[in-house]
Each structure stands twice: as C-alpha cells, then as structure tokens.
C-alpha cells in the first residue's frame, strides 16, 4: 500500500480531531510535495540539517517538525534568499526526493 504526504495529513486531521492541521499560514508543507509517495516519517521539534541528514539516512523521506524549517515563525523565506546558511539549508532539501510538513498542533 502507498501512502502520500497529503493523506498522511488528513489522517493526521482526522485522529486528532483538528481543522486547523494543514490550514492557514503556518500549518504547511515547507518542502517537498505533497502528492509524493512516502517512505517513512520521522517527527521532530526542529528540522535541523542534523536530523534531516538522519531521517534520510534511515529512509525516512517525510518529516513533521513543530518549528518551522526556515528560521521564521510562519516561515516566511522572503528576508533570507542571499543568507548563505538559509540558502545551504534551501538546496540541501531541494536536492533530496522528501517533504518537510510544519505542525504546530505536534507535540511530540
């Protein structure tokens, strides 16, 4: 059976009973695709490339992180794109097959 990131989401939505997962400005996919097939999850805290480097390690190709991933509360990237640690991060998770999912509802 194939599972997405997408209905990891929604069963996520209907477990917890929770609306608010995966709607509005901070609740989101912040890398990745959510139409994409997922290997395996890890949750964290903080996506740090530390533990990215993990997950993927392990085959682990969604992360739920309940920090956002790009250094701002609803992360908004637009005041970073010439930071270098930011566009380090940025490239690293673009040059991985995985999807990063923001949920301040997660507590782990």
Request: charged share 25%; hydrophobic share 40%; net charge neutral.
């Amino acid at each position: 059976m194939t599972i997405t990131a997408r209905q990891i989401i929604e069963r996520m939505r209907e477990k917890l009973g929770s609306e608010q997962i995966g709607v509005g400005r901070i609740d989101k996919i912040t890398a990745g695709n959510m139409d994409m097939e997922v290997t395996g999850v890890a949750s964290c805290i903080m996506v740090t490339l530390d533990v990215a480097k993990r997950a993927i390690d392990k085959g682990l190709n969604m992360i739920i992180t309940h920090e956002s991933t790009f250094f701002s509360h609803q992360d908004n990237t637009a005041p970073f794109q010439n930071d270098e640690v930011y566009k380090y991060k940025r490239d690293f998770f673009e040059k991985k097959t995985w999807s990063c999912y923001t949920c301040m509802m997660l507590c782990i």
